[in-house]
């Protein structure tokens, strides 16, 4: 059974940084695009960051470009999402979400939540003004 587990999220102040774990279990590929999706109640899912483990290939929403950062951890299967210069408009529950092994992402997988097979239970990230 696939779990993807999320921490780190959080309050803090705008300008503040927070970062998120998602450490993912049940599957042996490491080779699954993983990444992180947000979502208001009443709204739709948004990508926020994707990555590809094998290329280290990253893709980010056009609105956290340059202040929030994805990369893999050593161990399998974790990605971290560091973010910085945190704005009101980030808060949100934030998602881990994984792919089935061998399919990749591309820049188009950050609007397409519906790709996304496997999904954590989500981490609430809150910045006050």
């Known amino acids: 059974q696939v779990q993807l587990v999320e921490s780190g999220g959080g309050s803090v102040q705008a300008g503040g940084s927070l970062r998120l774990s998602c450490a993912a279990s049940?599957?042996?590929?490491?080779?699954?695009?993983m990444g992180w999706f947000r979502q208001t109640p009443g709204k739709e899912r948004e990508g926020v960051a994707l990555?590809?483990?094998?290329?280290?290939?990253?893709y980010y929403a056009d609105s956290v470009k340059g202040r929030f950062t994805l990369s893999q951890g050593t161990a399998k299967n974790t990605v971290y999402l560091q973010m910085n210069s945190l704005k009101p408009e980030d808060t949100d529950m934030y998602y881990c979400a994984a792919r089935l092994p061998g399919i990749p992402c591309g820049p188009w997988s950050v609007g397409r939540p519906s790709d996304f097979p496997y999904w954590g239970q989500g981490t609430q990230v809150t910045v006050s003004s």
């Open positions: 990555i590809n483990p094998r290329s280290n290939t990253t």
């Open positions: 049940g599957y042996t590929s490491s080779n699954n695009c």
